[in-house]
């Protein structure tokens, strides 16, 4: 009844264990402390469950990388000084010219309490570390968490394409259900469509699910909005350059390629989409003398831009 003294739910806890951990939280006992290496990767955050592939060359990472692989296999993949995420080596290459390629997926964020250099290591950083996650929802702040999920999710797949779901396959996976938790499927979108290095960093270091839900409800705002303009744009802009660089008129009705004449600037009526084209004073038309031919122009269909 600890949360609910509080005012408090776990709208993720699926188990005993799961409520424990968070009744815990809510007062505020000590998180888990480990020690280990730390890998310096700047503005590269990567969230719970994401995947990605490093190269071993420099003598200290290859230090690290045989301690680490005598241990279990985690060490420290810091984005920013002082804040990181433990990642676990889930395959390894050894190559020819005596690099290593590795492939790590990360488990948990962690803020680091006190770094040093390991002496005889070239430069290799340790760290002491404390855990944390998101915290616990107050049970006002769940409905307006819930919808805030709901306009991600559907803002998300408005951008989202196959192509890009294909190549996220084999980093981040599919996207999780909903039993998993919503601090799970933030911190997916997180990785699935990554903003500005601001953005990222607040998401990462917040510890309330609603405001990560938040910056990425308007960060994909934004980004539909450039769509919608900027495909707009990109369509007139296109359509202008296609008929201004028209070469000759097939019926030989304007001007001959080098005649010092030419056309007119093209003038898009703002009532109607009919698109004028006037000819020099002196030439030739197929219709009346001197009067200017119109035609109707269908301007392009604009499809949102997809990821």
């Known amino acids: 009844n600890i949360l609910a003294v509080r005012g408090l739910k776990c709208p993720s806890c699926k188990t005993r264990n799961d409520l424990v951990n968070v009744a815990m939280s809510s007062v505020h006992l000590p998180h888990k402390s480990y020690t280990l290496p730390l890998f310096p990767l700047e503005d590269i955050w990567l969230f719970p469950r994401g995947t990605m592939g490093l190269m071993i060359f420099e003598p200290r990472y290859k230090l690290m990388f045989e301690r680490v692989m005598r241990a279990d296999g985690r060490f420290g993949l810091s984005a920013t000084r002082g804040w990181g995420i433990i990642v676990r080596i889930k395959s390894h290459e050894e190559l020819a010219d005596g690099r290593i390629q590795i492939t790590i997926k990360a488990e948990q964020r962690f803020k680091v309490d006190e770094q040093w250099v390991l002496p005889g290591s070239h430069g290799l950083d340790y760290a002491n570390i404390t855990l944390f996650t998101d915290g616990p929802v107050r049970v006002s702040e769940v409905k307006d968490m819930n919808e805030v999920s709901k306009a991600v999710r559907r803002s998300f797949f408005i951008l989202d394409s196959d192509l890009a779901a294909e190549r996220r396959a084999s980093t981040i996976g599919n996207l999780p259900p909903e039993s998993e938790g919503i601090e799970i499927f ?114 392009p269909e604009w499809h949102p831009r997809t990821l």
């Open 186 to 299: 933030s911190h997916w979108v997180a990785m699935a469509y990554p903003t500005n290095a601001n953005a990222m960093r607040t998401m990462f270091l917040t510890t309330n699910t609603t405001e990560r839900l938040l910056i990425l409800r308007d960060e994909l705002d934004k980004a539909r909005i450039k769509a919608l303009t900027g495909g707009k744009e990109k369509a007139r802009s296109s359509h202008g350059k296609t008929r201004a660089r028209r070469g000759p008129d097939p019926e030989g009705d304007m001007h001959d390629e080098g005649d010092d004449g030419g056309y007119d600037d093209e003038k898009l009526s703002s009532k109607s989409s009919k698109r004028v084209r006037q000819p020099p004073k002196g030439s030739k038309t197929a219709g009346a003398e001197g009067k200017a031919r119109a035609e109707k122009v269908d301007l």
